[in-house]
């Protein structure tokens, strides 16, 4: 937070915002974010309710991201100004037992009604955007596709994985969280990430390495001493859409360009244009 928050307050005069792990934050660090005056806060996995007040009291749009219904119910009686729905196809974190993006979207956005809900997984290019519109999202929250950008803070073996990756690669696991020592809930929440010697490794067996701490360690020093990769790379099922890394202004541009080109062909789309029976 010290490093990102004052690179983007400085950075632009332009809206921008921060976000929380629920489960992970504690009171002071959200004061912290919200001395850099952020236009939006948001708050993932686990209860949002201790901080929804004093970041709506900053005057900041207080976005609840969501992986199931009650979830989004109760994000809706907190009073979020906008809930993001995130599907399984989500790179990064998520629900254990969450749901794909196509069908759970349309839910949220009629729970939440009239609060406007982001779609969240799976999106990387205007298409996607364009699908989330349809599904009647107000808009989409995008992760993977900014890894491949000129401005992400991600080591550049990050943005060529991500450049590189296929979505058959990328699977949900928590192998990687526990092998790096992270204190994720692993029981409620898996990350999708890209193919790792010590996914395959460890597959299946998450709960003998979370009682070997010299497997971890061994882990750790594989990774400071070069002999495997960084770990994890964070990424979504849309992966293999991603081919260049623009800058974050021209992606958007693109995206935006993309989506509207999408819909006006869905539009134009009717049963008369399809091609006739042959013979
Ligand atoms: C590298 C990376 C880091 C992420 N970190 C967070 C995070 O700190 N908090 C959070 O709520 N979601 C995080 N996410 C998940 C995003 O909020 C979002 O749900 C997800 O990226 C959407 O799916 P996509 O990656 O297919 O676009 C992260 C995703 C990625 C790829």
């Not at 450049?163 to 192998?175: A, F, K, L, M």
């Not at 409620?188 to 460890?202: I, M």
Request: charged share 25%.
């Amino acid at each position: 937070m010290a490093r990102e928050l004052s690179i983007v307050a400085k950075g632009t005069d332009q809206p921008w915002g921060v976000g929380f792990l629920a489960w992970a934050v504690d009171a002071g660090a959200v004061e912290q974010a919200l001395e850099f005056q952020p236009a939006a806060v948001m708050l993932s996995f686990g209860d949002p309710s201790p901080f929804v007040d004093r970041i709506r009291r900053s005057g900041a749009v207080v976005m609840v991201q969501v992986t199931d219904l009650e979830e989004a119910r109760r994000a809706v009686d907190l009073g979020a100004d906008v809930i993001v729905a995130q599907g399984t196809e989500s790179g990064g974190h998520g629900a254990r037992r969450g749901r794909s993006t196509l069908p759970f979207v349309p839910l949220v956005v009629d729970l939440a009604a009239p609060v406007p809900v982001l779609a969240a997984g799976g999106i990387a290019d205007g298409r996607g955007v364009a699908a989330a519109l349809a599904l009647g999202a107000a808009g989409a929250l995008i992760g993977t596709r900014f890894q491949a950008t000129t401005e992400a803070l991600v080591d550049p073996s990050v943005s060529k994985a991500v450049i590189e990756g296929r979505g058959q690669d990328t699977e949900r696991n928590s192998v990687l969280d526990i092998a790096r020592g992270a204190s994720w809930p692993t029981e409620k929440y898996t990350a999708r990430t890209l193919g790792h010697p010590y996914l395959d490794r460890w597959r299946g067996r998450e709960d003998e390495l979370a009682r070997d701490s010299q497997a971890r360690q061994d882990c750790r020093d594989d990774v400071a001493r070069g002999a495997i990769p960084p770990m994890p790379v964070w990424a979504g099922e849309a992966v293999d859409l991603i081919t260049d890394r623009p800058s974050a202004a021209d992606l958007v541009a693109a995206l935006a360009a993309q989506a509207e080109d999408a819909l006006a062909r869905a539009g134009r789309r009717h049963p008369d244009d399809r091609p006739r029976a042959q013979g």
